[in-house]
């Protein structure tokens, strides 16, 4: 997650989840070290395993720079990356990258729009400067490679079933997933691809421990973490599908003081967003999320866990054909 910088530890977990079967290995970029140097290095250390970005935004980088930077990525990996993309929050894109945060679905729309095109090996379709002579790149095309987008809002998911390959909401309850691909289906119908949805596949967080009480405590943490302190955007969003008395109630139990409370009349949120427990409790909500539809669950990992947790936690969630 955001707030682990140890760099050593990201390129270790790639490597053992590369050796224990997972499917891909997800990398968000917020205000630590840049993802992409870090997939690159992850992806001559890994044989097998898929890497991407979970997420990039689309204010840090020009779609140029984000479509030279997936190039060089799946040719380094062999043709093993994904680029994930997606909004980001106002407090990070306002208070790091100095940009205001307005209109973000058009913006989303117009970077994917040009990444896309960058990555066919076309030109540019400039949008900003239409007057300029536009450019393309001067590597290899890399046409296939799947896009995911991050996205909560009706429109922006909509968005996503329009043009992306994979869908990769945060902090997304599990129960609202079906109407996230109705919306998915609007989308791909807009596209003109009724047939053809994205792979659903939600980031969410992880805590396993043999301790429930323990296990708790770190989910506890995760949903607080994001609702006192990352802004208003997963306040709104959970608010929007009928989680608002139990939001306030988070907001209300870290009102003194940040502690990672979830009071007992929040516990919905922790069954809705957190796969935790014992390894038998954390495998059970983990089906829980397949059983919704979700496709690929990306598993958000603590901060400052010692390698002993983090090998725990990937061996106690490990694909069941690679046990």
Same mark, same amino acid.
């Given at each position: ?150 996205? @909560?809002? *009706?429109?922006?998911? !909509? +968005?996503?079933?329009?043009? %992306?390959? /994979?869908?990769? &909401?945060?902090?997304? #309850?599990?129960?609202? @997933?079906? *109407?996230?691909?109705? !919306? +998915?289906?609007?989308?791909? %119908?807009? /596209?003109?691809? &009724?047939?053809?949805? #994205? ?125």
């Amino acid at each position: 997650m955001p707030l682990e910088n140890r760099r050593d530890v990201l390129l270790s977990l790639a490597t053992a989840a590369d050796r224990l079967g997972y499917d891909g290995y997800f990398l968000p970029e917020t205000w630590a070290y840049d993802t992409t140097v870090l997939l690159a290095e992850a992806a001559v250390k890994t044989e097998r395993i898929t890497l991407g970005t979970g997420i990039l935004s689309v204010w840090n980088r020009s779609a140029a720079t984000i479509a030279m930077a997936a190039a060089t990525l799946a040719s380094v990996s062999g043709g093993r990356f994904v680029l994930g993309l997606g909004a980001s929050t106002p407090q990070l894109t306002e208070g790091l990258h100095d940009l205001p945060y307005t209109a973000p679905v058009p913006r989303m729309r117009r970077t994917l729009e040009q990444v896309r095109a960058l990555l066919r090996g076309e030109r540019i379709p400039l949008a900003v400067t239409s007057g300029a002579r536009p450019l393309k790149l001067n590597v290899p095309a890399v046409p296939d490679l799947p896009i995911y987008l991050a996205a @909560l809002g *009706d429109a922006s998911v !909509r +968005l996503t079933g329009e043009l %992306a390959d /994979g869908w990769t &909401p945060f902090l997304y #309850p599990r129960r609202c @997933l079906a *109407d996230g691909v109705e !919306r +998915l289906r609007e989308g791909a %119908a807009r /596209g003109r691809r &009724p047939e053809r949805l #994205p792979i659903v596949a939600p980031s969410v967080p992880a805590v396993v421990s043999d301790d429930p009480a323990k296990a708790r405590e770190g989910a506890a943490w995760f949903v607080a973490f994001y609702l006192v302190s990352m802004g208003t955007l997963y306040r709104q969003s959970l608010a929007r599908q009928g989680f608002g008395k139990a939001v306030e109630a988070v907001l209300a139990a870290n009102a003194r003081k940040f502690a990672g409370l979830v009071p007992p009349d929040a516990e919905e949120l922790l069954e809705e967003l957190i796969v935790f427990g014992t390894p038998v409790e954390a495998r059970r909500r983990l089906a829980r999320w397949h059983e919704a539809g979700a496709a690929l669950p990306i598993l958000l990992m603590r901060p400052n866990l010692s390698g002993e947790e983090l090998e725990y936690t990937l061996d106690a969630l490990r694909p069941r054909d690679a046990a």
